[in-house]
C-alpha cells in the first residue's frame, strides 16, 4: 500500500459493536420467536426417551433424567392397533409406495396443466384455472363419496392407482398455480424460439421447459411429500388395512389408549411419521425458499 | 393440439370433479339423504334446520374468529420474520429452517403436540406455577371462551414458516433501489416496508393468501386432534359439522347443506380475488 | 418472385386492432428494417411472419408458397430474438442442433451444417460452453447460429442489439452487416434504433400504430421524408420544422425568405401554406454561408460529442439545432450568423402532413 | 380365505376381546382373520367402512352398532342374508334378550350376528377416593351427590367425565332410566312424545344431570378411559358409564367389590338397555367369502367364543344359556338383571344417528355451559324429540 | 471549499477490492461524469457518497462537511436512479413529499417545494397521477423532483437514461443539462454512454477497475486522452492505432512518415517505440487531402448514419475507420485517398500506455 495517510476526524468504516441496540432487538426477537418454534420439538424429542414414570411426574419440559430408547423401539415395531402390534413399520413402506407415485403423478400433471395454461393461453382456459382455484377451497369431505363413486366406476377403489390419483386431484390447484406462475415468468422469447426450431408442445415441454424449472419442482415436491405422508382422510378412506400408510398407524397408536396414554410412544411415532418430510426440509430448505420465490412472486 | 390434450386432466378435474361433485353436493343438500345419497328433494328443510342449529352458528362464528386472526397473523407475523430475515443477518438458513420445519409436520401431530404443552396439569401453566407463580392460569384448550385461540396458536406454528417463506421471496424481489431511494429521503425501515414495501407485493401477499384461506378454509385435522371440538361444542368448526353429520350422524343432506354454506361463502370471497387474478390484468392476456 | 409477401395482413388482440391491412412485398437476398417507435407493431409483425402470431386476416407468402397456416418450423424462417432466447441448460451445439434433431436430420449432415455455421460465425471454440459461460456478443452469434444451421430463406431479427451497450452495439451491427454481405439472405430486422435501421438496411419499413407510413432506402427516408411524421422520428436530433408559406417558389417564415428554385417537389411546385424542416447539418455555419440566406441567432446550449458539436439555440420562437464540427469553438450565449440550403430542406402540407 | 373385519375396538379391553373373536375363528375354520382395526370410535371408522361398501371394494366382515345404522345398506341391498345361519344355529330360541335379533331383523330377515350386550346404566365408584374423603362408598346416585363435597374437600373430584359429546349424553341416558317411571322413559324414547320430554318427570332428570355438571368440574380428559383411569387411580370418585369400562377396571387388575363397585341403574332402578355390538357382512359375489363370512357369524354366537369374549370386553353374552360363572361381580349383576326382565331398548334402536348427534350436541352444550339452565335445556329436548323420527 | 471532497476511499466487499485510494474533488456547481464500462465500480462510489454502502477506509466530505459516518439523509444529497426507483402506489405528489413529511416539516413548506419542484419540471399536471401511468421521461422528471424538493446540494444520477429508447434518451440527456444550468447544484452522473458524458459534463472521471483513469474536460477526454484505455475507451467507432517509431518528431509505421512537429507532447519530445492512434474523423478525405501526407485504401463496409457516412477500411492490416460527411457517395470495394492530421492524432508509449 502507498504511505499511511493522517486523517483527521471520522474516516473509514462508522465504529461498530456487535451488542448495538439493533442486533440486540433483531437477535432477541429472533431468538425468542425460535423458541416458540422449537419448543415443540424439544418437547417431543424429549418426552419420546423418557419412560412413562418419569413422565408421570410431569415436567414436560425437563431433560429425561434416564435416556431410553424403548419408545422409539414400541412406536416402530410394537405398539398395538387392534390386533396388529408391529407399530409404525408396518405403514412405512406403505407410505412410500403412495408417496412416490403420487408424488410424481401430481407434480407431473400439474406441471403440464401450469405449462399449458402458461404458455398455449387456449380457448377456456382461464376459466378452468379459475374452476381449479374454487376447487383448493372445497372442504375434502364433501368430495369422499362423489369420488368413490367414481373411483368405482373406473375400478381402481382401493388400489394404489385410485389413490394416486386422488392426490393428483387435490393437489393439482395449488401446484397447477405454482407452475403456471413460474412458467409464466420464463421469457416467452424461449417458447418462441423453440417453435421456430420446431418443437412442438412435447417437444418444448421436456426438452426446454423442464429442465429450467428445478426450484419450482423442488417445490412441488417438498409441498406435495409433506401433503401426501401425512395424509390420514384419503390412504384410510381409499385404500385397504394391508395397503394403509404409516398416518393411519400413527393415528391408531396415538388414539388407542390402552390404560394410560403413553406419551413417551405417542411422540415417538410422532417424530418417526414426520421424519420423512421433516428430512426433506432440513437438506432442501434452500432451495425451496427460491422456488418459492420462483413461482409466488410472479402474479 | 397437444396442449388440450395434455390439459385433459386438468380439464377433467375442474369439471369432472369439482364442478360436477359441487353440482352433486348442492343437489343432495336438497334431499333427506341419510346413510346414503337419496334423490328425492324437500327442499331448504336441510337449511333451515341448519341455520336454527346453535352448533352451526358456533361453528360459523369459530372459523371467523379462527380465520381473521390467522389471516392476520400468518400474515404479520410471516412477515415480520421475513423482514427480520431479510436484515442480511448471520445464519439466517438456521433461522429460515427453524421456522419452517413445523410445516412438515402433518396437523394430527401438530394437534397432539399443542394439546400436550397447553394441557394444564403438566404444560405451559404447571411449569409457570411451579416456578411460584401459583395464580397463573393458561388452559385455552379447557376455557370455552378462549379454546380457538388455543387452536389458533397451533395453527400459526404450523404455517407461519411457510407464509415468512413466500414473504421472504417476495422481499428478495424487490427492486434494491426503492431501498436505497426511500434511505436517501430518510425514511425510516419500518415506514418503508409499511409504505412502500408492502403495496409493492401485491402478487404475494395474493398467493399466499390463497394458500392460508384454503387451508381455513378446510380446518379440521387441527381441531379434532387438538379438542375434538370441545370443551363443550365451543371448538366447532363449520369442516367438523360436514364431517359429524355426514358420518357421524348419518345425515347426508345436512353435511351437504352445511358444505354448500360453505362453498358459497368461498365463492363470495373468490370474487374479489378473480378479479384481481383477472379482471385487473386483460391486456396481457 | 418475391422472397417474403405480406398480402393485407390484418392482426387483432381481442378488440385491439394491432397490424391493419399491411402489404408489404421483400426481394430475394434484401435486408429490410422495421423502424418504429415503442409499441407501434413491429415484433408483432415480426411473429405473424414467422408463424409465432395467428394472423387474423390476408395472407402471407414465403418465397411464393403460402404459409399462412404453416407452423413456424415450416416457413423456412430463422429468428433471432432480442434476448436471444438461447436453451440455457444446452451447450452452444444443443443450441444449434435442437432445430435440426427436431426436424430428425441425419448426424453427419447435423455435423456438417454446425461446422459450417460455426466457422462461418467464428464460434468453433466456444461449442461446448453453456450460453451463461458466453458474452453477449458471443451469444449473439450463437442465436444467429441457430438460424444460420436450419439454412433458412429469411432471417427475422427482433431487436438483437437492443440489450447491448453502446460499443458492442456498434461492433455486432457491423458484424450482422459483414454476415448478410456473405450470406446474401433476406433478412428482416425489427428495431427502434435509428442508427442501425440507416446503416443495416437496403431499404427501412417506418411504421406507426400499425402502418407502414414509408417504405424506402435509407437516403430516400433520411432525405425526402415522405411525411412530417417520418421526418420528426429520423434524425437526432430531428430536424427543425417552421412554419411559413410557399409562394411562387419562394418560401417564407417570418422575415427570412428562402427561394426554393432547386428544391425536388413531390408533385411538381405549389403555392400556400407549408413547413419546411431542416435538418442540423443542414445548417450552414462559418465559411459555408457564404452566399446563401442567412440570419443570426443566439446559442443556447452546446453539447460536444466529440466528432462534431451540437447547438441549441431558437429561431421565430421555435427551437433550431445546428450541427457544427467537432472541433468548433462556440459557447452558450454567443450570437453566431447561420445559413439555409434549399436543397437539402423538405417542405410539407400542414393538413395532410405529407411531402410537398 | 382371508376375511378381513373391521373394528373400531382398539382400547385395552377391547382389543383383548378381539383377539379372542380372531384367535377362535383362526382356530376353528380354515379361514384367517385380516385384522382392520380403526381407532378413533366410530364417527372416524364410519365413514371409512361405508366407502368401502359403496365403493364395491367391501370389507368382510364389520361391526356396527345394531339398530338404524344399518338399515339403508341392507335396502340397498349391500348386506349379506344370514337368515340361513341364524336358522340353523337356532338364535331365535337361543338369543336373549330376544330383541337385540330383531334389531338384525328387516322384514323377516337376519342381517347380522349381535355379539354382546352393552348396558349404559352404571356408576363406577372409587373405593380409594372415597376412603380419602372418609365417607362410606355411596349405594345410590343420592347418596354419591350429598358425598360430592367432602370429595371435593379431600382433592378429588367428584365424578369423572370425558370431553367427547357421547359421554355426557350417556350420562343423560343412565340418569334418565334410573330417575323415570318406565312409563314416562317409553313415551319419550321408544315414542317420541315431546310432550313428556317436557313435562316434570323429565325436569327431575334434567336437575340431576345438572348436579352432575357441578360435580364434574375439574375433569379436563377427553377419552372416556383416560375419565375411567382416573376412577381407577382414585383422582375421581365416580364415572358415569357403560358397562365396557369394566374392561379397563380388569386390565388395571382391579377386582370388582374390592377396589371398585359398580351400581347398575345407579342405584335405584335395576334396569339396563340392551343396545349392543353387532357384526355385518357385506354383500360380495365371492362365494369363498361368503362362505367364510357365515362360518364366523355361526362361531360369534357360539358359546365358547361369547364366554370368552364378553369375560375380555366386560359385556354381557347375547345367549341366556351359557355359564357365565366366571364373571366378576359386576357383571353377575348385569346377568341378574337381564335374567329378570329388566330389559329397555337402546337409544340406538329408538333413535336415528342423526337424532342422537343432536342430543349428543344438546348435553355437551348443556354440560359445558354453566350459564345454561334446566328450563332451557329441557325446552332444547324436547324440540329435539318432536322433530326426531 | 470544495463541494464534495473524496479522500483516499476504499471500498471493499469482503475480499474484493472494488475501490482502492480514490481521491477526487469537485467544486461547487460543477457537472462531473463519471464513466466506464461495466463493472468499474461507478455505481460503488455513488453509493458510497451517497451513504448507502459504508467504505472500508478514507473520508468524505460534502461542502466541507466531514460525511463519512452520516446517514444518506443527513449528507445534503439527492439521488435519481436507473429504475427511478418511484413509489409505484403513491402519487407522483405522493413520491415527492414523502421525505419531507418524514422529516416533519410544516405543511404550508411541503407545498411550496413542490409547487417549485412541479414548475421546474413540467409536472404540475402529473401530480395526482400514480407512476404507472406515467411515461419513461415523465417519470425521470418525478425521480429528479424527489431530490429537487429536498433541496439537496449535491445530486446523484445513476444511469437514469438507460433505461429508456435512444429518442427519449436524447431529449431527456438535454433537459438534464438544462436543469443543471438553472440550477447549478453539484451533480455527479454516473454512465457508461460515452455521447452523455461527452455532452453533459464539465469534467469527466473515466474509471478503469476502481481507479480512476483520467479526469478532465470532455474536449481533453477526447482530444488529449492521458492513456491507451482511455484513448480506445472514448469515441465511436474509436480511435484506431498502429504501432511504429517516433525518431526526431517523426512517426513511422510501415512505408508511412508523419512528420509530428505541431504536435503537443505531453513532456516534450522523445524517440522510440511509439503507438499513433487517429480518429476516424481526423482521417482526411477528398479535397482536405491536400497537402497532407496520404495513402490509398480500399474500402470495405459503408454505413450511411444519416448526418455523416462511416467507412471501414484497413491500413498496414489494422482496420481503419473513417467518418465522411452524410452526402458522400462512396462504396465497399472502391480504393480512395486518404490524409493525416498529425496535429489531432495522438501518440502513446507501448510499454508504459501512457500518452507521449
Ligand atoms: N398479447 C397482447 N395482447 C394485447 N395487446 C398486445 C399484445 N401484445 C402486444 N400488444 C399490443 O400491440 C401493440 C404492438 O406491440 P408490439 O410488441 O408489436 O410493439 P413493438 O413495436 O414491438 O414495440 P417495442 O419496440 O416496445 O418492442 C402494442 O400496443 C401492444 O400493447
Ligand atoms: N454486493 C457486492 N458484493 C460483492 N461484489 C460486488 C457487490 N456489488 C458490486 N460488486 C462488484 O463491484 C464491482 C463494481 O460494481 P459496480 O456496481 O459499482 O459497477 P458499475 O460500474 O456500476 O457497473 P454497471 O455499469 O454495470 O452498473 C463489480 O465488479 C461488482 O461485481
Ligand atoms: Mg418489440
Ligand atoms: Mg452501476
Known amino acids: 500500500m502507498a504511505d499511511p495517510v493522517q486523517f483527521t476526524g471520522p474516516h473509514g468504516p462508522k465504529p461498530k459493536t456487535p451488542f448495538s441496540r439493533r442486533n440486540i432487538m433483531l437477535y432477541g426477537t429472533l431468538i425468542v420467536v425460535s423458541l416458540y418454534y422449537l419448543v415443540p420439538l424439544y418437547v417431543m424429542i424429549v418426552t419420546s426417551l423418557k419412560g412413562m414414570p418419569e413422565i408421570r411426574m410431569g415436567n414436560i419440559f425437563a431433560p429425561p433424567m434416564e435416556i431410553t430408547f424403548e419408545p422409539w423401539v414400541k412406536a416402530w415395531s410394537q405398539a398395538c392397533t387392534g390386533l396388529n402390534c408391529d407399530g409404525l413399520s408396518r405403514g412405512f413402506w406403505n407410505s412410500v409406495q403412495i408417496t412416490i407415485p403420487s408424488v410424481l403423478a401430481s407434480i407431473i400433471i400439474a406441471s403440464v396443466n401450469g405449462y399449458a395454461l402458461a404458455n398455449w393461453r387456449f380457448k377456456g382456459a382461464n376459466v378452468f384455472f379459475g374452476i381449479l382455484i374454487f376447487g383448493a377451497f372445497i372442504p375434502y369431505q364433501v368430495m369422499i363419496y362423489p369420488i368413490v363413486i367414481m373411483l368405482r366406476e373406473m375400478g381402481l377403489y382401493t388400489k394404489l392407482g385410485g389413490l394416486v390419483i386422488v392426490h393428483s386431484i387435490f393437489g393439482m390447484p395449488i401446484l397447477t398455480l405454482l407452475f403456471r406462475n413460474y412458467f409464466a415468468s420464463l421469457p416467452e422469447e424461449l417458447f418462441k424460439a423453440a417453435r421456430v426450431d420446431g418443437a412442438r408442445f412435447w417437444g418444448i415441454y421436456f426438452r426446454i421447459m423442464l429442465p429450467m424449472s428445478m426450484p419450482i419442482f423442488v417445490v412441488a415436491v417438498i409441498l406435495q411429500v409433506t401433503g401426501i405422508w401425512n395424509d390420514f382422510l384419503f390412504g384410510v378412506i381409499y385404500a385397504k388395512p394391508d395397503s394403509y400408510p404409516m398416518t393411519v398407524q400413527l393415528n391408531n397408536i396415538v388414539n388407542s389408549v390402552q390404560g394410560v396414554k403413553e406419551y413417551n410412544v405417542n411422540m415417538a411415532a410422532t417424530l418417526l411419521t414426520g421424519a420423512v418430510p421433516l428430512f426433506i426440509y432440513f437438506v432442501s430448505g434452500k432451495l425451496f425458499v427460491r422456488g418459492v420465490a420462483a413461482g409466488a412472486v410472479k402474479g | 393440439m397437444s396442449s388440450k390434450v395434455a390439459a385433459m386432466p386438468m380439464a377433467f378435474t375442474a369439471v369432472g370433479i369439482f364442478v360436477i361433485a359441487t353440482l352433486w353436493t348442492v343437489y343432495h343438500s336438497f334431499t333427506n339423504s341419510k346413510l346414503l345419497p337419496k334423490s328425492e328433494l324437500i327442499g331448504f328443510d336441510q337449511y333451515q334446520r341448519l341455520w336454527d342449529s346453535d352448533r352451526w352458528i358456533l361453528s360459523i362464528k369459530n372459523l371467523a374468529i379462527y380465520g381473521a386472526c390467522s389471516m392476520v397473523f400468518s400474515l404479520v407475523i410471516g412477515f415480520v420474520l421475513a423482514a427480520l430475515l431479510d436484515q442480511k443477518i448471520r445464519l439466517e438458513s438456521l433461522f429460515r429452517t427453524i421456522f419452517l420445519y413445523p410445516f412438515a409436520l402433518s396437523f394430527i401431530v401438530t394437534g397432539l403436540v399443542w394439546q400436550w404443552i397447553l394441557t394444564p396439569e403438566f404444560g405451559v401453566q404447571h411449569i409457570v406455577r411451579s416456578l411460584g407463580w401459583e395464580s397463573f392460569t393458561f388452559d385455552p384448550l379447557f376455557n370455552p371462551d378462549i379454546v380457538i385461540y388455543g387452536i389458533l396458536i397451533a395453527g400459526l406454528w404450523q404455517g407461519t414458516g411457510l407464509v415468512m417463506c413466500l414473504m421472504l421471496a417476495g422481499l428478495r424481489g424487490i427492486d434494491q433501489e426503492v431501498w436505497k431511494a426511500a434511505r436517501v429521503d430518510g425514511i425510516p425501515a419500518w415506514k418503508t416496508y409499511i409504505f412502500v414495501v408492502i403495496p409493492m407485493m401485491k402478487p404475494v401477499f395474493v398467493t399466499t393468501l390463497v394458500l392460508i384461506a384454503s387451508g381455513i378454509i378446510k380446518l379440521y385435522d387441527l381441531v379434532v386432534a387438538q379438542t375434538s371440538g370441545g370443551p363443550g361444542l365451543a371448538s366447532e368448526v363449520p369442516a367438523k359439522y360436514v364431517y359429524d353429520y355426514m358420518f357421524g350422524g348419518q345425515n347426508l343432506g345436512q353435511g351437504f347443506a352445511a358444505s354448500t354454506m360453505m362453498l358459497v361463502g368461498v365463492l363470495i370471497a373468490l370474487i374479489p380475488f378473480a378479479y384481481l387474478e383477472f379482471g385487473g390484468r386483460k391486456k396481457h392476456g | ?356 | 380365505t382371508e376375511l378381513e373385519v373391521t373394528h373400531w375396538w382398539t382400547s385395552g379391553g377391547e382389543a383383548a376381546a378381539v383377539a379372542e373373536l380372531a384367535n377362535a375363528f383362526n382356530a376353528n375354520t380354515d379361514h384367517e382373520w385380516v385384522d382392520g382395526a380403526i381407532a378413533g370410535s366410530s364417527g372416524v371408522a364410519r365413514p371409512i367402512i361405508i366407502s368401502r361398501i359403496i365403493g364395491g371394494e367391501p370389507m368382510g366382515a364389520t361391526q356396527l352398532n345394531h339398530g338404524r345404522q344399518a338399515e339403508e345398506l341392507i335396502e340397498a341391498g349391500l348386506l349379506l342374508d344370514i337368515t340361513d345361519v341364524a336358522e340353523a344355529n337356532g338364535w331365535m330360541d337361543v338369543v336373549n334378550p330376544s330383541n337385540l335379533l330383531s334389531a338384525c331383523t328387516v322384514d323377516g330377515r337376519v342381517y347380522c350376528a349381535p355379539v354382546n350386550i352393552h348396558s349404559t346404566q352404571w356408576i363406577w365408584l372409587s373405593h380409594d377416593a372415597f376412603e380419602k374423603a372418609g365417607t362410606a362408598v355411596p349405594a345410590n346416585w343420592d347418596e354419591f351427590v350429598a358425598a360430592g363435597p367432602a370429595l371435593r374437600e379431600a382433592g378429588v373430584v367428584p365424578l369423572a367425565m370425558g370431553q367427547q359429546q357421547w359421554q355426557t349424553n350417556l350420562a343423560f341416558g343412565a340418569l334418565a332410566v334410573a330417575l323415570l317411571p318406565e312409563a314416562s322413559w317409553r313415551a319419550v324414547n321408544v315414542d317420541k312424545d315431546a310432550s313428556v320430554a317436557a313435562g316434570p318427570d323429565y325436569t327431575r332428570v334434567f336437575e340431576a344431570f345438572d348436579d352432575a355438571r357441578k360435580l364434574a368440574v375439574g375433569s379436563n380428559v377427553n377419552d372416556w378411559n383416560m375419565a375411567t383411569n382416573m376412577v381407577i387411580t382414585g383422582e375421581a370418585g365416580a364415572q358415569i358409564h357403560g358397562d365396557w369400562a369394566q374392561g379397563e377396571f380388569a386390565v388395571a387388575g382391579q377386582v370388582a367389590g374390592e377396589d371398585y363397585s359398580c351400581l347398575p341403574g345407579l342405584g335405584f332402578r335395576e334396569v339396563l338397555d340392551t343396545g349392543g355390538d353387532a357384526f355385518y357382512f357385506p354383500v360380495t359375489d365371492d362365494e369363498d367369502i361368503e362362505a367364510a363370512q357365515k362360518e364366523l357369524a355361526a362361531l360369534l354366537l357360539s358359546p365358547e367364543v361369547q364366554v370368552a369374549f364378553n369375560l375380555k370386553k366386560g359385556s354381557l353374552p347375547v345367549r341366556g344359556d351359557i355359564d357365565m360363572s366366571a364373571a366378576n361381580d359386576c357383571m353377575q349383576k348385569g346377568i341378574e338383571i337381564l335374567n329378570s326382565g329388566g330389559v329397555l331398548p337402546s337409544a340406538d334402536m329408538a333413535f336415528t344417528q342423526d337424532t342422537i348427534t343432536q342430543i349428543d350436541e344438546l348435553m355437551t352444550t348443556f354440560w359445558n355451559t354453566p350459564d345454561m339452565t334446566v328450563a332451557e335445556v329441557q325446552e332444547s329436548y324436547a324440540k329435539i324429540i318432536a322433530s326426531a323420527d
Open chain 3, 1 to 356: 418472385m418475391n422472397s417474403v409477401e405480406i398480402k393485407n395482413l390484418d392482426l387483432n388482440f381481442g378488440a385491439v386492432k394491432v397490424l391493419q391491412n399491411l402489404n408489404l412485398d421483400i426481394k430475394q437476398g434484401e435486408f429490410v428494417v422495421l423502424l418504429g417507435s415503442s409499441g407501434c407493431g413491429k415484433s408483432t409483425l415480426l411473429n405473424c411472419i414467422a408463424g409465432l402470431l395467428e394472423v387474423s386476416g390476408g395472407q402471407l407468402f414465403i418465397n411464393g408458397k403460402n404459409v399462412t397456416w404453416s407452423e413456424p418450423n415450416e416457413r423456412g424462417i430463422g429468428m433471432v430474438f432480442q434476448s436471444y432466447a438461447l436453451y440455457p441448460q444446452m451447450t452452444v451445439k444443443g443450441n444449434l442442433t435442437f432445430g435440426l434433431k427436431n426436424a430428425k436430420m441425419p448426424k453427419d449432415e447435423i455435423e456438417k451444417r454446425v461446422a459450417r455455421a460455426a466457422e462461418i460465425l467464428q464460434i468453433e471454440p466456444l461449442l461446448d460452453r453453456k450460453p451463461a459461460a458466453l458474452s453477449g456478443g458471443q451469444r449473439q452469434r450463437v442465436a444467429i447460429g441457430r438460424a444460420l444451421v436450419r439454412d433458412v430463406d429469411v432471417f427475422l431479427f427482433d431487436e438483437p442489439l437492443s440489450n447491448l451497450d453502446a460499443k458492442l452495439r456498434a461492433d455486432l451491427r457491423v458484424e450482422i452487416k459483414k454476415l448478410h454481405q456473405q450470406l446474401q439472405n433476406t433478412m428482416i430486422y425489427v428495431t427502434h434504433d435509428q442508427i442501425e435501421a440507416m446503416t443495416l438496411a437496403d431499404r427501412i419499413a417506418i411504421m406507426k400504430g400499425g402502418k407502414i407510413m414509408q417504405l424506402g432506402s435509407p437516403d430516400e427516408i433520411y432525405n425526402r421524408p415522405q411525411n412530417l411524421y417520418v421526418a420528426d422520428f429520423i434524425g437526432s436530433p430531428s430536424m427543425d420544422f417552421f412554419e411559413g408559406h410557399l409562394e411562387n417558389g419562394v418560401f417564407t417564415m417570418g422575415d427570412i425568405a428562402l427561394p426554393m428554385a432547386d428544391y425536388e417537389y413531390a408533385n411538381g411546385p405549389v403555392s400556400g401554406p407549408a413547413i419546411v424542416g431542416i435538418r442540423p447539418e443542414h445548417i450552414l455555419t462559418g465559411d459555408q454561408t457564404a452566399g446563401a440566406v442567412t440570419t443570426q441567432v443566439t446559442i443556447d446550449i452546446v453539447e460536444p460529442m466529440g466528432s462534431d458539436t451540437l447547438v441549441y439555440s431558437s429561431l421565430n420562437c421555435k427551437p433550431l439545432h445546428i450541427r457544427m464540427d467537432g472541433k468548433a469553438k462556440v459557447a452558450a450565449g454567443e450570437t453566431i450568423t447561420i445559413g439555409f440550403d434549399p436543397v437539402s430542406a423538405s417542405l410539407f402540407d400542414p393538413t395532410t402532413e405529407e411531402r410537398i
